[in-house]
């Protein structure tokens, strides 16, 4: 069985900070997949950034960083210089060897100007 | 274009009926999904498929049925047996291997009244 975790319901931060959306997760799988979404209002999900079980570094996309620590079972995504546009609500989710992919709660996170 | 389109993107059915949600891809996708997702809320698992002819329940299969006859094809039946069937259902395809994203619809918002 596989749970994803995403402890923070929501999160305020100002225009061009950087913001941390938690995300921890539990399988028994040796090899699987992390993945974090972000869904604006409008419903569409778009996929952000990927890190592998056996990626020894942390993958980084743009703005986007995520810090993954394997031994304490976290993946969480690192939004540096926060626009008006990120306002939306982002979710983690992983692939595990049966191809199933779970997703977390979702943290909303609101930027303010 | 290749792409994931679901239809209808708004459905309206009286409570007690059946009702089919479309969901096809273009991409040559093996593996589908089907995801219902409630307002504010985290998107829920409720079938997926990894290839022709097999599926598999997610976390909220009771209520729902799908089949998966065409490799292009993943159609999403919502029974009268499920309680409370209003909500958003999204669906995805992702070509095979664990560390590929899934591409996601725009989805289907369904009410029941």
């Known amino acids: 069985a596989q749970k994803i975790t995403q402890t923070q319901p929501g999160m305020f931060v100002q225009e061009k900070e950087a913001v941390t959306l938690d995300c921890t997760y539990d399988?028994?799988?040796?090899?699987?997949?992390l993945f974090w979404y972000k869904q604006p209002s409008s419903g569409e999900m778009i996929f952000l950034i990927y890190?592998?079980?056996?990626?020894?570094q942390n993958a980084t996309e743009g703005r986007y960083s995520l810090n993954f620590q394997k031994a304490r079972k976290s993946a969480n995504l690192v939004i540096s210089a926060s626009q008006l546009g990120d306002s939306a609500m982002y979710f983690c989710?992983?692939?595990?060897?049966?191809?199933?992919?779970?997703f977390g709660a979702g943290t909303t996170v609101t930027v303010r100007a | 274009d290749g792409g994931i389109t679901q239809s209808p993107k708004y459905l309206f059915r009286k409570e007690g009926q059946n009702v089919t949600l479309s969901c096809e891809q273009n991409?040559?996708?093996?593996?589908m999904y089907w995801y219902r997702q409630d307002p504010g809320q985290g998107l829920r698992l409720i079938y997926y498929?990894?290839?022709?002819?097999?599926?598999q329940k997610g976390d909220i299969a009771e209520g729902y049925s799908v089949s998966r006859e065409k490799k292009e094809s993943f159609p999403l039946t919502v029974t009268s047996a499920q309680k409370n069937p209003t909500a958003f259902y999204l669906c995805?395809?992702?070509?095979?291997?664990?560390?590929?994203?899934?591409?996601f619809g725009q989805g289907t918002r369904l009410t029941v009244v």
């Open positions: 890190q592998g079980s056996y990626d020894e």
């Open positions: 989710a992983m692939r595990g060897s049966d191809y199933k992919l779970s």
């Open positions: 399988t028994s799988d040796q090899s699987y997949g």
């Open positions: 498929s990894q290839i022709v002819n097999d599926f």
């Open positions: 995805a395809s992702s070509p095979p291997g664990r560390v590929t994203e899934a591409f």
């Open positions: 991409l040559n996708h093996d593996a």
